[in-house]
C-alpha cells in the first residue's frame, strides 16, 4: 500500500463520528476523553488499520519516544572482544524494550567536535533522555545536556563536580576486599593492574587497592592498564620484571586479568601456586580462564538496566536518587 492509500486520522475521525481533534487526542494517549467515545475511536483505528504518523505525533506529544545511549570512546572499542559494552548495551536495551521505547546507540571519541554532534543531537529534540556510560576525564557532555534540558542519567561516578545523576557500584569498596581476599590467604607481596586513571573505575579500584594494603602495612606496587587484555599481559610481564619476588596480582578488570594470566604462562609461573589473581567484572569468560579467575562480580547487565529505568522516570518528570550504588560480591574460584 503506498503512502497516498494508508488510511489518515480524518478516516479516523470520519469513522468514529467524532471531530480529527477528539479522534488526536485518543491516539495520543489523552485520558480527557470519555470512555465511550474512547472505544469508538480505537475500534475505528483497528478496522482502519491505521498507523500515527510518528513525526506529527512527536509534535503534539513532545515525545519521540527514543533514548540516546552514548559510549565515550571510539567505535572499535565498543566493538572490540571485551564483553563489558555489550553487556550494558543490553542490559539498557532489555529495559527500554520493555517500556516500548528505542535506543539510539550514539559514540564519542575524544574530540570536540563529536561532542557538539552527539550535543546537537540530542537538544534538537531527537529523543527524550540519553545515558552516558565509560566517561573519561572531566568529561563536560553529561552537564552541557543536563543544563540544555536534556534529562540524562550516568553509567558511573563523574570525575567533575555535577548534580547529574549515575547509577555505579561502590568501586572503591570491592576493590578493597578483593585486595584483602589475597592478604588473607596469605600473600605478602600484592601487586595492581590499575584501570586508566581517567575514569573513575579505575581511579576509584586503586584507591581501594591501597588502602587495602596500607590496613595491612604492605608497600604497593602498582602498574597501569586500560582494561584491556593486552595492556593486562604487558603491565603483568613490567610487574614481573620490576618485581620478580611478588605472589598476587589484582588486576582492575577481568579481561586485564586474563592478560595477566597469559603473561604469567609465558613467563613459567603457576596460578595460584606462584602467583594468585583476581580480577574484577566477572565476565561469562572468567569461567573458562586457566585456571577459572576469582573476580569481583559487578552486575553489569542490571546497571544497564537500572540507567536505563532512571532516565525513563527523569524524562516522565518524576523525581529520581542521585546516586544509586548496585551491589559486588567476591566470586572465589580457582585462580586465588
Known amino acids: 500500500m503506498s503512502g497516498r492509500d494508508r488510511p489518515t486520522l480524518e478516516n479516523v475521525a470520519q469513522r468514529a463520528g467524532v471531530s480529527r481533534a477528539t479522534a488526536s487526542r485518543v491516539v495520543n494517549g489523552s485520558t480527557s476523553v470519555a470512555p465511550h467515545i474512547r472505544d469508538k475511536v480505537l475500534n475505528a483505528v483497528d478496522a482502519l488499520g491505521y498507523v500515527p504518523n510518528q513525526a506529527a505525533r512527536s509534535l503534539v506529544t513532545q515525545r519521540t519516544d527514543s533514548i540516546a545511549l552514548v559510549a565515550s570512546e571510539?567505535?572499535?572499542?565498543?566493538?572490540?572482544?571485551?564483553?563489558?559494552?555489550?553487556?550494558?548495551?543490553?542490559?539498557?536495551?532489555?529495559?527500554?524494550?520493555?517500556?516500548?521505547?528505542?535506543?539510539?546507540?550514539?559514540?564519542?571519541?575524544?574530540?570536540?567536535?563529536?561532542?557538539?554532534?552527539?550535543?546537537?543531537?540530542?537538544?534538537?529534540?531527537h529523543v527524550d533522555g540519553a545515558i552516558i556510560f565509560s566517561m573519561h576525564g572531566a568529561d563536560p557532555l553529561p552537564e552541557r545536556l543536563s543544563r540544555a534540558g536534556v534529562p540524562v542519567v550516568c553509567n558511573g561516578r563523574l570525575l567533575t563536580q555535577s548534580q547529574v545523576p549515575y547509577v555505579d557500584v561502590d568501586n572503591e569498596d570491592a576493590a578493597r576486599a578483593a585486595v584483602h581476599h589475597l592478604l588473607d590467604t596469605g600473600r605478602r607481596r600484592v601487586?595492581?593492574?590499575?584501570?586508566?586513571?581517567?575514569?573513575?573505575?579505575?581511579?576509584?579500584?586503586?584507591?581501594?587497592?591501597?588502602?587495602?594494603?596500607?590496613?595491612?602495612?604492605?608497600?604497593?606496587?602498582?602498574?597501569?592498564?586500560?582494561?584491556?587484555?593486552?595492556?593486562?599481559?604487558?603491565?603483568?610481564?613490567?610487574?614481573?620484571?620490576?618485581?620478580?619476588?611478588?605472589?598476587?596480582?589484582?588486576?582492575?578488570?577481568?579481561?586485564?586479568?586474563?592478560?595477566?594470566?597469559?603473561?604469567?604462562?609465558?613467563?613459567?609461573?603457576?596460578?595460584?601456586?606462584?602467583?594468585?589473581?583476581?580480577?574484577?567484572?566477572?565476565?561469562?569468560?572468567?569461567?573458562?580462564?586457566?585456571?577459572?579467575?576469582?573476580?569481583?562480580?559487578?552486575?553489569?547487565?542490571?546497571?544497564?538496566?537500572?540507567?536505563?529505568?532512571?532516565?525513563?522516570?527523569?524524562?516522565?518528570?518524576?523525581?529520581?536518587?542521585?546516586?544509586?550504588?548496585?551491589?559486588?560480591?567476591?566470586?572465589?574460584?580457582?585462580?586465588?
Request: net charge negative.
Open 191 to 336: 601487586a595492581t593492574i590499575a584501570g586508566p586513571q581517567d575514569m573513575s573505575a579505575g581511579i576509584d579500584r586503586l584507591k581501594g587497592y591501597r588502602s587495602a594494603m596500607q590496613d595491612a602495612s604492605r608497600r604497593s606496587i602498582v602498574a597501569v592498564g586500560d582494561f584491556t587484555r593486552q595492556s593486562g599481559a604487558l603491565a603483568m610481564s613490567q610487574l614481573l620484571a620490576d618485581d620478580p619476588q611478588l605472589d598476587a596480582v589484582f588486576a582492575a578488570s577481568d579481561a586485564m586479568a586474563d592478560g595477566a594470566l597469559r603473561a604469567l604462562r609465558q613467563n613459567g609461573r603457576r596460578v595460584p601456586d606462584d602467583v594468585a589473581v583476581v580480577g574484577f567484572d566477572d565476565m561469562e569468560f572468567a569461567r573458562d580462564t586457566e585456571p577459572p579467575l576469582t573476580t569481583v562480580r559487578q552486575p553489569i547487565t542490571d546497571i544497564g538496566r537500572t540507567v536505563a529505568r532512571q532516565v525513563l522516570r527523569l524524562a516522565a518528570g518524576e523525581q529520581i536518587e542521585p546516586v544509586l550504588l548496585l551491589p559486588t560480591e567476591l566470586i572465589k574460584r580457582e585462580s586465588a
Open 74 to 125: 571510539t567505535t572499535s572499542r565498543v566493538f572490540s572482544d571485551d564483553p563489558f559494552f555489550a553487556a550494558v548495551i543490553r542490559g539498557v536495551s532489555l529495559e527500554l524494550e520493555a517500556a516500548d521505547k528505542q535506543l539510539v546507540l550514539m559514540m564519542v571519541g575524544p574530540s570536540g567536535p563529536s561532542h557538539d554532534r552527539v550535543e546537537r543531537y540530542a537538544t534538537g529534540g
